[in-house]
């Protein structure tokens, strides 16, 4: 079975930086993507960025230029850089991470995290 653990978050004025980090543990084989999703207040849940292990990382519109996803794979952990941010960028932010289990024959995980919350005021 494969666990996250999500950090960071917390409450910034606009134009500030933060980091969310979120780690996995467990039979890990390979991991195949990290990613970041938000959910705000009223609306449904949406991808903000996402490492892909045979491909460029993807980012939102909204956060291009803005936030950088990066990972330490050999840890399977990734880190998001957000910086000057917005008050639009308020909300839960939860990790998803997707990939194989170390089992035979391997078998595909994909796990959420907690969710950690990040709130911008003006």
């Known amino acids: 079975q494969v666990q996250l653990v999500e950090s960071g978050g917390g409450l910034v004025q606009a134009g500030a930086s933060l980091r969310l980090s979120c780690a996995a543990s467990g039979n890990i084989l390979s991991i195949t993507t990290i990613a970041w999703y938000r959910q705000s207040s009223g609306k449904q849940r949406e991808l903000v960025a996402m490492f892909r292990s045979e491909d460029s990382p993807i980012y939102a519109d909204f956060v291009k230029g803005r936030f950088t996803i990066s990972t330490d794979n050999g840890a399977n952990a990734a880190t998001l850089e957000m910086n000057a941010l917005d008050t639009m960028d308020t909300g839960v932010y939860y990790c998803?991470?997707?990939?194989?289990?170390?089992?035979?024959?391997?078998?595909?995980?994909?796990?959420w995290g907690q969710g950690t919350r990040v709130t911008v005021s003006p």
């Open positions: 998803n991470v997707a990939g194989w289990e170390a089992k035979n024959p391997r078998k595909w995980f994909s796990e």
